[in-house]
């Protein structure tokens, strides 16, 4: 959810994908800023980033 709003970041990230650039999504959903389009797609960036996580050692040894 953005903002408390019923749009999700999901929706707006599938909005870009489709083609529309961020003036025609906030023409269609007066509702969302320029900046929360913005947050949608640093979120997403920050989902899809390479993380690492160390397996115990117990997980290694078997």
């Known amino acids: 959810m953005i903002r408390g709003m019923r749009i999700t970041v999901s ?3 599938k909005l870009l994908a ?3 650039d961020h003036t ?3 023409e269609a959903y007066p509702e969302l800023e320029e900046e929360d389009i913005r947050q949608c797609l640093a979120y997403a960036a920050w989902l899809a980033a390479e993380q690492t996580h ?3 050692q117990e997980a ?3």
């Open 60 to 62: 290694i040894s078997q």
């Open 54 to 56: 160390p397996l115990p």
């Open 18 to 20: 489709s083609g529309m």
């Open 11 to 13: 929706f707006v990230l």
């Open 24 to 26: 025609a999504i906030v």
